[in-house]
Nanobody, 124 residues
Framework: QVQLVESGGGLVQAGGSLRLSCKASGGTFSSYRMGWFRQAPGKEREFVAGVDWSGDNRYYADSVKGRFTIDRVNAKNTVSLQMNALNPEDTAIYYC?????????????????WGQGTQVTVSS
């Protein structure tokens, strides 16, 4: 069973950048597909980005495409989310998630393992 710990959140001005990291432990990292989700106050948790086992295939929500980049380093058991051109609508708690079952990476129900989340706040 994998455990996930996120880091890298914080406060940034609109137009700025942040890099989130997620460290996995307790499992064979390369056997999990990984995803990033976010949840803003009063809203549902939504898909942000996902990556397959090798990192060759990456998937993004339309709202972040071209601004965010997901990457994984299996040798270091980490997955990251580089966020550029941030705007206030990106303000949310960001969660790292892992799945070892078949299913769409866009669907939060596919993921069985979640981190505790890290707050990202973008000021205007």
């Amino acid at each position: 069973q994998v455990q996930l710990v996120e880091s890298g959140g914080g406060l940034v001005q609109a137009g700025g950048s942040l890099r989130l990291s997620c460290k996995a432990s307790g499992g064979t990292f390369s056997s999990y597909r990984m995803g990033w989700f976010r949840q803003a106050p009063g809203k549902e948790r939504e898909f942000v980005a996902g990556v397959d086992w090798s990192g060759d295939n990456r998937y993004y929500a339309d709202s972040v495409k071209g601004r965010f980049t997901i990457d994984r380093v299996n040798a270091k058991n980490t997955v990251s989310l580089q966020m550029n051109a941030l705007n206030p609508e990106d303000t949310a708690i960001y969660y790292c998630a892992a799945t070892n079952i078949w299913g769409s990476l866009y669907n939060r129900g596919t993921y069985a393992y979640w981190g505790q989340g890290t707050q990202v706040t973008v000021s205007s």
